[in-house]
């Protein structure tokens, strides 16, 4: 049993929107864009933490098994792309802009 690395993509677009929405949000009182990017990925993985915790609870809370695990983890790696890459987007944005 492994991880379905590529089964639930929303996590990597959800992770992407928000840790984009972060950084882009934070750019006035952020000056330093490694700070903002550090923030971005910082609240997108606890939003996620939250989620995961709140589906095991609701879905596996009497009968988990390996296989959640594994979705969990899985789940968690792609929001960390997913962050990564909204969080890099929304800095490349900004060094664009004058």
Sequence with gaps: ???DWLGNPQHLVAG???AFGVA???RGWIPLW???AA???GVT???EIFVELA???VLYAGDATAAEYYDMLADLATS???ALTGAGASLLIAARRP
Excluded: F, I
């Design 1 to 3: 049993m492994s991880p």
């Design 16 to 18: 992407a929107v928000l």
């Design 24 to 26: 882009h949000a934070t």
């Design 34 to 36: 490694w700070a903002r």
């Design 39 to 41: 923030a971005a990925v």
């Design 45 to 47: 993985l606890t939003a």
């Design 55 to 57: 589906e095991y609870v």
């Design 80 to 82: 960390l792309v997913g």
